[in-house]
């Protein structure tokens, strides 16, 4: 589903050196970033190819710590500037499905709607729907996006739960970012903390 176009390591920082912005390029990019997510900051995700279709899956997302309604209502204030009831969908290890969904099955393209199993929702409320508690997941495997899969797997050694809020990375009423500028002035504009561009971390002072 990775069709779009993407960005070299080079093109990312010559874009950023010709904005003047600091950047670094950690050793374990995908630890880094799960300590981030843990610790409450929310993440500009910029990685490979863009996806074709109705969501992010994991190239172009904004990421955040799943588990406290209080997570979700800061991406929809700070972020998404949109209305604090509106829900956000997880992107989850497809091995943990079982835990996490009644009926679980392989959901890669974030289309399907599973209810929550009651043992586990504590641990997922960002991502639960206000209204109903169900949630709308997109489970990864390895061979699907190996850096998300990653990413995730950093995650849940963190914190034990092999879950993050995964949104598109656009603001309210914006189509998705294509391209590393776009991500910038994304990033810029609204309340993130860290963007990632490929191997690059930029943070906010």
Known sequence: IYYGPEYSTEEIINVLEKNKLEYEIPDDLERTVAEQIADGKLIGWFQGRLEMGPRALGNRSILA??????SRDRVNKYVKHREEWRPFAPSMLESAADDYLINAEPSPFMIKTFRVDDSTKNDIQAVLHPADDTTRPQTVREDQNPR??????????????PVVLNTSFNDHGEPIVTTPSEAIKDFYGMGLDTLVLGDVVVKKP
């Open 65 to 70: 710590d799943p588990r406290t309604a209080a």
């Open 148 to 161: 998300y899969y990653r990413l995730i797997k950093a995650f849940e050694e963190i914190t034990g739960v």
